[in-house]
């Protein structure tokens, strides 16, 4: 049983393409993160939902726009895919914020590659 | 601001020590994160410590926590080849919100 699941595994689509990467998680968890892992290996978060609503948003374009149908769910759609958005991407989740302990599970991650 | 730094490349042999350290710079931090990533796979949670420790020890690994200093660090004991692999060491203010992430440690272990 895949705790945080994430499709597709692999991506490459050209530049100007649309694309969304789904996140799925089982764990009954409240609150879900897109996480952004460049070629350096430098993670940095990109959003954060917490029971459907966003409660963090980083400085990414406008271009990504995350969605969650509901709380189990947290897919991102990039549009105009650039060369630079070329990168793993990563979903996560944990429990309600406040928590003490609170851990968040990591996805196996999206490779996006934009050519 | 918020920021957290690790030396980028560990190498020791196995059976060794290895020690992988992180500095961070918000003192307000009230959990630090030890991650660990495999070639081509996802972030694995090693363990964590709260702020108010100042050690925790799971098995083969020990977490010191100097809260003056902001110095974090991870000891692994009996080092294995299946030890290589990324480190990350990351905090959050509080459960729930966003883990901001270190650059990672490469760890390589040579047999």
């Known amino acids: 049983d895949t705790a945080v699941s994430q499709t597709p595994k692999y991506l490459v689509t050209q530049m100007g393409n649309d694309k969304s990467i789904k996140c799925e998680q089982n764990l009954g968890h409240d609150t879900m993160y897109w996480y952004k892992q460049d070629s350096k290996k430098f993670l940095k978060i990109m959003f954060s939902?917490?029971?459907?609503?966003?409660?963090i948003n980083e400085t990414v374009p406008n271009r990504f726009s995350p969605k969650s149908p509901d709380k189990a769910h947290l897919n991102l759609h990039i549009n105009s895919l650039e060369l630079g958005d070329s990168a793993v991407y990563f979903c996560?989740?944990?429990?309600?914020?406040?928590?003490?302990?609170?851990?968040?599970?990591f996805g196996p991650g999206t490779r996006l590659t934009v050519t | 601001g918020e920021d957290v730094e690790q030396s980028l490349f560990l190498s020791v042999r196995e059976g060794d020590s290895s020690v992988i350290n992180c500095t961070y710079t918000?003192?307000?931090?009230?959990?630090l994160y030890w991650y660990k990533q495999e070639p081509g796979a996802g972030l694995q949670l090693l363990t964590y410590?709260?702020?108010?420790?100042d050690m925790k020890q799971d098995q083969r690994l020990t977490v010191l926590l100097n809260k003056k200093d902001k110095h974090l660090s991870l000891r692994i004991a009996d080092t294995q080849t299946g030890d290589s692999a990324i480190y990350f060491c990351a905090e959050s203010m509080r459960a729930g919100t966003a883990l901001i992430f270190g650059k990672g440690t490469t760890l390589s272990v040579s047999s």
């Open positions: 996560a989740s944990s429990q309600a914020p406040g928590l003490a302990g609170d851990e968040q599970y």
């Open positions: 939902y917490n029971n459907k609503e966003l409660i």
């Open positions: 410590i709260f702020s108010n420790m």
């Open positions: 918000d003192s307000s931090s009230t959990y």
